[in-house]
Nanobody, 113 residues
């Protein structure tokens, strides 16, 4: 019923930028929190950023000051603007409504020279 589709990943050099998008279909409240997570090879999925229905944002320390989460309710889309990318940001990035159990397929972000 619920489907989340991420896009916008790619290969960038250190210091570069990417903007990820997550479009949601199905029943997800406009007031529900949405979040971005990432998973690098051989590692557990880790939390990156969360945006509440009221617009409050929270970020992992590793991305604070570099990443920005936002949403467009009219488009049912959540974004992750990633600036000043580092090699350690390399991972598959996925979106979710935290606690819902629903995840997108993910989009690959590779930061390398």
């Amino acid at each position: 019923q619920v489907q989340l589709v991420e896009s916008g990943g790619g290969l960038v050099q250190p210091g570069g930028s990417l903007r990820l998008s997550c479009v949601a279909s199905g029943i997800i409240s406009s007031r529900a929190a949405m979040g971005w997570y990432r998973q690098a090879p051989g590692k557990q999925r880790e939390w990156v950023a969360t945006l509440t229905g009221r617009g409050t944002t929270n970020y992992a320390d590793s991305v604070k000051g570099r990443f920005t989460i936002s949403r467009d309710n009219a488009k049912n889309t959540v974004y992750l603007q990633m600036n000043s990318l580092k090699p350690e940001d390399t991972a598959v990035y996925s979106c979710t409504a935290p606690g819902s159990g629903f995840w997108g397929q993910g989009t690959q972000v590779t930061v390398s020279s």
